[in-house]
């Protein structure tokens, strides 16, 4: 059983445009939310999180949404730009098993 | 600060072989974590240690051995190796809620 979904193999946009990744969860125990990216041959990265107490995180260009009854949130890429082309990875923090549990990814192309 | 380093980078092991996976953190984080990755899939947790002296569990331990061998480094050992071993492993430490991954291991078991 998965208990964190990511839905969407791969997402293409264009420079310029937004890029919206999404991530379904089922385990209402999560209480923290992270997104990671991972360009290949390297490990992943810490990109943005969201506390459960929260509906949105904003940083530069990333925003991640959170809508807790629908157990969805979402990565939002506003220019998106060629070198955010990786795999991005969304991950939830169960607080007392004190670790994550990941998606599948979603690899994310932007054309100039 | 090298942060979280691994080795080797690479490895090719023949089937039935051991092998000792090496991480090491230099951000005084007491949690340490091994995960693998697999083509078109997530990570999946294989153990992690939460402080100095402990050690779970992850999702996918079978074959798995590992060593918090004190607050930098956690070691992942294969006893012996199998074809279905052959992935991506990576080493993660954490502090609070955001994990730090090193470069990753592209281990094959032929």
């Known amino acids: 059983d998965q208990q964190v979904k990511q839905n969407s193999p791969s997402l293409s946009v264009q420079e310029g445009r937004i890029s919206i990744l999404n991530c379904d969860y089922t385990?209402?125990?999560?209480?923290?939310f992270l997104w990671y990216k991972k360009y290949p041959a390297e490990g992943p990265t810490f990109l943005i999180s969201?506390?459960?107490?929260?509906d949105k995180n904003e940083d530069g260009r990333f925003t991640v949404f959170l809508n807790k009854s629908a157990k969805h949130l979402s990565l939002h890429i506003v220019p998106s730009q060629p070198g955010d082309s990786a795999v991005y990875f969304c991950a939830a923090l169960h607080p007392q098993a004190g670790k994550s549990t990941f998606g599948d990814g979603t690899t994310l192309t932007v054309k100039p | 600060n090298a942060g979280v380093t691994q080795t080797p980078k690479f490895q090719v092991l023949k089937t039935g072989q051991s092998m000792t996976l090496q991480c090491a953190q230099d951000?005084?984080?007491?949690?340490m974590y091994w995960y693998r990755q697999d083509p078109g899939m997530g990570l999946r947790l294989i153990y992690y240690?939460?402080?100095?002296?402990?050690?779970d569990k992850g999702e996918v331990p079978n074959g798995y051995n590992v060593s918090r061998l004190n607050k930098r480094e956690f070691s992942l050992r294969l006893e012996s190796a199998a074809p279905s071993q052959t992935s991506v492993y990576f080493c993660a430490s954490r502090l609070i809620y955001e994990q730090y991954f090193g470069p990753g291991t592209r281990l094959t078991v032929t």
């Open positions: 240690s939460a402080s100095e002296g402990t050690t």
């Open positions: 385990n209402s125990m999560f209480d923290y």
């Open positions: 951000m005084n984080h007491n949690s």
């Open positions: 969201i506390s459960s107490i929260k």
